[in-house]
Nanobody, 115 residues
Framework: QVQLVEFGGGSVQPGGSLSVSCAASGNTFIISTMGWYRQAPGKQRELVARITKGGSTNYADSVKGRFTISRDNAKNTVYLQMNSLKPEDTAVYYC?????????WGQGTQVTVSS
């Protein structure tokens, strides 16, 4: 089993920055890719960014150039730095960890971008 706990998030004005992090515990050695997804009200959950254990990344087109995902394997933690935030980035952000058997989700953290 793997447990994921997210930190960070909050409210910011358009153009501002926020960061979120996610710490994994439990059987962390089985985790391969980690990532961030988000879900806005009335919309489906969507991929924001993900990173492999080796550090390869991919991003949703909507966040490329503005968000940066990183990972500290020693700390079993994944980070998401969000810059130049837009109102459409407002959502609950969920941490995700993939293993061979299944994927795990964090509880979610709210990010609100509003003037």
């Amino acid at each position: 089993q793997v447990q994921l706990v997210e930190f960070g998030g909050g409210s910011v004005q358009p153009g501002g920055s926020l960061s979120v992090s996610c710490a994994a515990s439990g059987n962390t050695f089985i985790i391969s890719t980690m990532g961030w997804y988000r879900q806005a009200p009335g919309k489906q959950r969507e991929l924001v960014a993900r990173i492999t254990k080796g550090g390869s990344t991919n991003y949703a087109d909507s966040v490329k150039g503005r968000f940066t995902i990183s990972r500290d394997n020693a700390k079993n933690t994944v980070y998401l730095q969000m810059n130049s935030l837009k109102p459409e980035d407002t959502a609950v952000y969920y941490c995700n960890a993939m293993t061979l058997a299944r994927e795990y989700w964090g509880q979610g953290t709210q990010v609100t971008v509003s003037s």
